[in-house]
């Protein structure tokens, strides 16, 4: 199986610590750390298991507050008013306004702190200053899907449908970016089957089903061999832990691809004989 997030590859070390959401509604929402609201993402996420990644490393520490002093050593950028960052007059469109990030080198050189230099102002998710964004999305350990064939004997008829399924099953991971952390979701929302006969890929919303009642198929028409993939394209969604935030989408999607067994591929011919086969 091959895992492709965008033209990059970033594979990393899994924790096995699974993170368990909590259940939808509000009142169910109390005092939990994660909750979600009943929307078409959280029907998605609700029966996922979080796994704790890596974030990418980073040589700072981070501070969120409004206040222009947050210690003795602060560098302060213009627009403080009375010490303080003033609120936006706007709302924040996709979610809750994030306090303005202050951050300071852990080692300035000498062993000791640098000093703390206000690094973005209030942002919402999706600004380019927000903490989580698609290079964190594709930097997640994303397994590719699984790709089904049926029949499972390594080889099929020419003229007959060879069926193709996998798993819609989304993905869950908590990472812990810039001192904030996040649960993620890799939502399946796209397949691309490619039966490796040189014939059109068949291009769907549907993971497929066995037989009988599969949905994706594919005729082989001459004998000979090929090699089938799967290309999973993945929607990724995000939201803060500590928060009753809705779901966000991550702006781009990445891409899995999953390489099938070689098939062989026999013609069946008719032939007339004399004796009785039976």
Request: with cysteine.
């Amino acid at each position: 199986m091959v895992r492709r997030l965008t033209a990059k590859i970033a594979v990393l070390a899994t924790l096995a610590v699974p993170v368990t959401a909590a259940a939808a509604g509000t009142d169910e929402c109390e005092g939990r750390t994660f909750c979600w609201s009943n929307d078409s993402i959280a029907g998605r996420m609700s029966g996922v298991d979080f796994v704790h990644v890596p974030g990418r490393p980073d040589p700072k520490d981070y501070h969120y507050s409004a206040s222009c002093y947050v210690d003795e050593e602060v560098r302060t950028a213009d627009g403080c008013i009375n010490g303080a960052i003033p609120e936006p007059e706007d709302a924040c469109a996709s979610g809750f306004w994030i306090e303005p990030r202050w951050a300071r080198l852990a080692d300035s050189g000498d062993g000791t702190p640098g000093p703390w230099i206000l690094e973005a102002g209030w942002s919402c998710p999706g600004d380019d200053d927000f903490p989580f964004a698609f290079e964190d999305f594709e930097r997640l350990p994303v397994e590719a899907s699984n790709l089904e064939l049926q029949p499972r004997t390594g080889w099929v008829y020419a003229g007959l449908d060879t069926i193709g399924y996998t798993d819609d099953t989304p993905q869950g991971f908590v990472v812990t970016l810039r001192e904030l952390t996040f649960f993620v979701g890799a939502i399946p929302v796209e397949f691309t089957w490619d039966f490796g006969d040189g014939s059109d890929p068949i291009v769907t919303t549907d993971p497929g089903k066995p037989w009988p009642d599969y949905t994706v198929g594919h005729t082989y028409t001459a004998s000979g061999t090929a090699t089938p993939t799967l290309t999973t394209r993945w929607r990724g969604v995000f939201r803060r832990d500590g928060t009753f935030e809705q779901w966000h989408e991550v702006a781009g999607t990445g891409e899995t691809t999953t390489t099938g067994p070689e098939l062989t591929i026999y013609t069946a011919r008719t032939r007339l004989v004399e004796d009785d086969l039976s």
